[in-house]
């Protein structure tokens, strides 16, 4: 256990819908990750957030959006969803911002599945 | 996105026989990371470098960081069936070292299937 929870873990919805995917970091944890895992593809950055702010971005359509919370936890929101969003969405944590050396724990992720 | 190239893409083996397996990039890196990913599940960390020609062992894992700080290997020993699953390399440098980028970029990965 990474101690990095995610929700939900399984989820499926339609073309067109919006859904929100949650992330609680590790205790102690101020950066947030999150990762996209398609079929044909290894991990993708998509988005970090550090304290409360952003402070990278990867390949992230402008469709999606995230945002960190005071109390630390995230929310990936994808919105106008269409079929080649399924894949697995990670999140991870890191004590640091992401600079230095901090290694990343990885949550188990959320399996989306668009119809 | 930018990515490792990370090889052999899979392998499959016998139980007992010996994994090898590398990145590289083509931009120097000051720490690389090793992930397993089962099935299903977050990828976990098995080993962490952070200086260049450092060897470190994890039982019967053992990962380095290339001299030339550009690529990293991971061996296995006597592997067995719970072996099975995805290895990803992970590299990150430092815009202030001569590296192309902080963030940390994964590789590709390798799948390893192990035959009792």
């Known amino acids: 256990d990474s101690g990095v929870t995610q929700t939900p873990k399984h989820l499926i919805t339609a073309t067109g819908q919006r859904v929100t995917l949650r992330c609680s970091p590790r205790?102690?944890?101020?950066?947030v990750y999150w990762y996209q895992q398609s079929l044909d593809q290894g991990l993708q950055f998509l988005i970090q957030?550090?304290?409360?702010?952003?402070?990278a971005k990867g390949n992230i359509l402008e469709r999606f959006s995230a945002q960190q919370f005071p109390d630390l936890h995230s929310e990936l929101n994808l919105s106008s969803l269409e079929l080649g969003d399924s894949a697995l969405y990670f999140c991870?944590?890191?004590?640091?911002?992401?600079?230095?050396?901090?290694?990343?724990?990885f949550g188990e992720g959320s399996r989306l599945t668009v119809l | 996105g930018q990515q490792l190239n990370q090889s052999p893409q899979s392998m499959f083996i016998q139980e007992g026989e010996d994994v090898s397996m590398n990145c590289t990039s083509s931009s120097i890196f000051n720490t690389w990371l090793w992930y397993k990913q089962d099935p299903g599940e977050g990828p976990v960390l098995l080993i962490a470098l952070y200086k260049a020609g450092e060897l470190t062992s994890n039982g019967r894992l053992t990962a380095q960081f290339g001299i030339t700080r550009k690529d990293s290997f991971l061996n296995i020993s006597a592997s067995i069936p719970s072996d099975v699953g995805i290895y990803f390399c992970?590299?990150?440098?430092?815009?202030?070292?001569?590296?192309?980028?902080?963030?940390?970029?994964f590789g590709t990965g390798t799948l390893l299937a192990v035959q009792p």
């Open positions: 205790s102690g944890d101020l950066s």
């Open positions: 957030y550090y304290n409360g702010e952003e402070r």
């Open positions: 992970a590299g990150r440098g430092s815009i202030f070292d001569g590296g192309a980028t902080n963030k940390l970029i």
């Open positions: 991870a944590s890191s004590v640091t911002s992401g600079d230095l050396r901090g290694e990343l724990f």
